[in-house]
């Protein structure tokens, strides 16, 4: 997969996929694509403004017609009960889809329907998209071309 246009078109491609209720867990090294791959989703769904990673916010809450969005970037987590402490329980519901960046970093967290790993590649980025449950195969699956 070539770097960043190919990242962009997944992430739109999975916004005609995804379904409220999902969690999907972003995996990778700094740099390897993430918030890109959140910006291609975002953009699918229509947000025309600026994707930035929640890096220092924690979160980037987006609201559309048919779900709300939650972007969680967990990077900066020392300690697993921080989730619990910043009160983002709530957000885990039926309406909302979860896209959580260093997922790893808060082990409390729901498991996820759907677990996306980006990794570095000759010619780009390796994607690697693992169905958990059966939200998640069903949102692979609707994926396909």
């Known amino acids: 997969m070539a770097a960043e246009p190919d990242t962009l078109d997944l992430g739109r491609r999975l916004a005609g996929a995804i ?33 930035k990673s929640p890096t ?24 697993p009960e921080e989730l619990a402490d910043a009160g983002f329980r709530e957000y885990f519901n039926p309406q909302s889809v979860c896209l959580i960046e260093w997922p790893e970093k808060a082990p409390d967290l729901p498991p996820a329907d759907l677990d996306i790993i980006l990794e570095p590649a000759p010619a ?16 692979l699956d609707s994926m396909q071309p």
């Open 19 to 51: 379904q409220p209720g999902l969690v999907i867990h972003l995996r990778g090294d700094l740099g390897a694509g993430k918030t890109t791959l959140a910006r291609g989703l975002l953009r699918g769904l229509g947000y025309e403004g600026r994707v």
């Open 56 to 79: 220092f916010t924690l979160l980037e809450p987006y609201k559309f017609s048919r779900l709300n969005l939650y972007h969680f970037d967990f990077y900066r987590f020392l300690d």
């Open 124 to 139: 780009g980025r390796a994607v690697t998209l693992t169905a958990q449950t059966e939200i998640g195969r069903r949102c």
